[in-house]
């Protein structure tokens, strides 16, 4: 079980996970209804701006529940090892938003809308690293991008919350750079998304 809550914008209730599901629990009526029944973890779960809502990633592809329903929406299906949605890779987390930041998505300010980033990993070599902390050392093999070495390419989604396949961002223009999608955000009116590229 998890001891973190998450409280909602309002602070009348908060969210806690409990054996691979989601729970919200109701300050008021000292009630915790389930959100999830859905075998594998959530992770990276945040209420949208209204509250009504709860996204997560599952199995790498982005979900949103409904809070007092509870009802999923799935909004990507091509999650694998390989593709990433929602979730920041090793690369994307260290260097780029911060390590131990894993979360990749960002909800529009009217609870419409989430943008995503999508990463593939499936031209990122594997590297080999020795746990030392056991008493007999295992070796971990992860995906991971040495100096010259292909990087995961990224796209940025754009999905609404009552689900239907994600508009995603043209950046082809920046193809010859091989980009990097370092900052994204909403304009205040949630009108659009902003973002910015580096090159490598």
């Given at each position: 079980?998890?001891?973190?809550l998450?409280?909602?914008?309002?602070?009348?209730?908060?969210?806690f996970?409990?054996a691979?599901d989601l729970?919200?629990?109701d300050?008021?009526?000292?009630?915790?209804?389930?959100?999830?029944?859905t075998?594998?973890?959530e992770d990276?779960?945040?209420?949208?701006?209204?509250?009504r809502?709860?996204?997560?990633v599952?199995?790498?592809?982005?979900?949103?529940?409904d809070v007092a329903?509870?009802?999923?929406t799935?909004l990507t299906t091509?999650?694998?090892?390989?593709?990433?949605?929602?979730?920041?890779?090793w690369?994307y987390?260290e260097e780029?938003?911060g390590?131990?930041?894993?979360?990749g998505?960002?909800?529009?300010?009217?609870?419409s809308r989430i943008a995503?980033?999508?990463?593939?990993?499936r031209?990122?070599?594997?590297y080999?690293?020795t746990?030392h902390?056991?008493?007999?050392?295992?070796?971990e093999?992860?995906?991971?991008?040495?100096?010259?070495?292909?990087?995961p390419?990224?796209r940025?989604?754009?999905?609404?919350?009552?689900?239907?396949n994600?508009?995603?961002?043209?950046l082809?223009?920046?193809?010859?750079?091989e980009p990097?999608?370092?900052?994204?955000?909403w304009?205040?009116?949630?009108?659009?998304?902003v973002?910015?590229?580096q090159?490598?």
């Open positions: 079980m998890s001891s973190a998450t409280f909602n914008p309002s602070h009348d209730g908060a969210l996970q409990f691979d729970y919200f629990y300050f008021g009526t000292a009630r915790a209804s389930r959100l999830t029944s075998p594998g973890s990276e779960a945040t209420f949208s701006p209204d509250g809502h709860v996204a997560f599952r199995a790498n592809n982005l979900v949103v529940a329903t509870p009802h999923e799935v091509d999650g694998s090892p390989q593709i990433l949605n929602g979730v920041l890779d690369l987390q780029l938003y390590r131990g930041r894993f979360r998505y960002w909800w529009s300010p009217d609870s995503f980033l999508q990463l593939d990993e031209h990122v070599l594997a080999t690293i746990d902390l056991p008493y007999r050392p295992e070796l093999v992860s995906p991971y991008p040495k100096a010259g070495d292909p990087n390419i990224a940025l989604g754009i999905s609404r919350i009552s689900g239907g994600p508009d995603w961002v043209d082809s223009s920046y193809a010859d750079v990097l999608i370092v900052n994204v955000d304009t205040p009116a949630a009108s659009e998304v973002f910015q590229i090159d490598r």
